[in-house]
T-cell receptor, first 115, second 110 residues
Framework: DAKTTQPNSMESNEEEPVHLPCNHS???????IHWYRQLPSQGPEYVIH???SNVNNRMASLAIAEDRKSSTLILHRATLRDAAVYYC????????????????FGKGTKLSVIP | NAGVTQTPKFQVLKTGQSMTLQCAQD?????MSWYRQDPGMGLRLIHY???????DQGEVPNGYNVSRSTTEDFPLRLLSAAPSQTSVYFC?????????FGPGTRLTVT
């Protein structure tokens, strides 16, 4: 199975940018790169996704390496509400037909934001 | 919209008991799935469904059954609970790239 590797933890000062790295050296051509975050005692929340090109949305930016073996989630200005576990995930199609897929979660990076 | 709802929030079972974890969504999503999350770990896929009447196994399906008779509901059944099934269970739905997760059910099997 394709897997991702992330640092166990990172710290950031409030209102500073944060770059969360992820390695996915075994990614296949049909795997999308997704990022979710999970606050304590809550379900994961979608952040952003991409395939080959860099992506921006209201929450974050996603920078994908040209060879697709790594990516970086960028939070432009960290706030205390951004403190969470961030998961870099590969969305892998499943054999059972169109529309079926699996999100393969790793252990994630626990982001702490310092006031 | 309520989004994805799960009941119960907490449950304690004895080994060998059976129970059903409920999951419902009001977004008319075709794709629904169940994950389990063990302490300090990421989520692992148990079962998923691409629409009413269609289900399939994920990474860790043993000991669990699912059915999908309506678009809205996707219950997860534990047939004979074991201590190894102590975990937090999340249901999710999607219609596209973004998955919406429920708040989770924390299950303890003694």
């Amino acid at each position: 199975d394709a897997k991702t590797t992330q640092p166990n933890s990172m710290e950031s000062n409030e209102e500073e940018p944060v770059h969360l790295p992820c390695n996915h050296s075994t990614i296949s051509g049909t795997d999308y790169i997704h990022w979710y975050r999970q606050l304590p005692s809550q379900g994961p929340e979608y952040v952003i996704h991409g395939l080959t090109s860099n992506v921006n949305n209201r929450m974050a930016s996603l920078a994908i390496a040209e060879d697709r073996k790594s990516s970086t989630l960028i939070l432009h200005r960290a706030t205390l509400r951004d403190a969470a576990v961030y998961y870099c995930i590969l969305r892998t199609p499943l054999w059972s037909g169109a529309g079926s897929y699996q999100l393969t979660f790793g252990k994630g990076t626990k982001l702490s934001v310092i006031p | 919209n309520a989004g994805v709802t799960q009941t119960p929030k907490f449950q304690v079972l004895k080994t060998g008991q059976s129970m059903t974890l409920q999951c419902a969504q009001d977004m008319n999503h075709e794709y629904m799935s169940w994950y389990r999350q063990d302490p300090g770990m990421g989520l692992r896929l148990i079962h998923y469904s691409v629409g009413a009447g269609i289900t399939d196994q994920g990474e860790v399906p043993n000991g669990y059954n699912v059915s999908r008779s309506t678009t809205e509901d996707f219950p997860l059944r534990l047939l004979s609970a074991a201590p190894s099934q102590t975990s937090v269970y999340f249901c999710a739905s999607s219609q596209g790239f973004e998955q919406y997760f429920g708040p989770g059910t924390r299950l303890t099997v003694t």
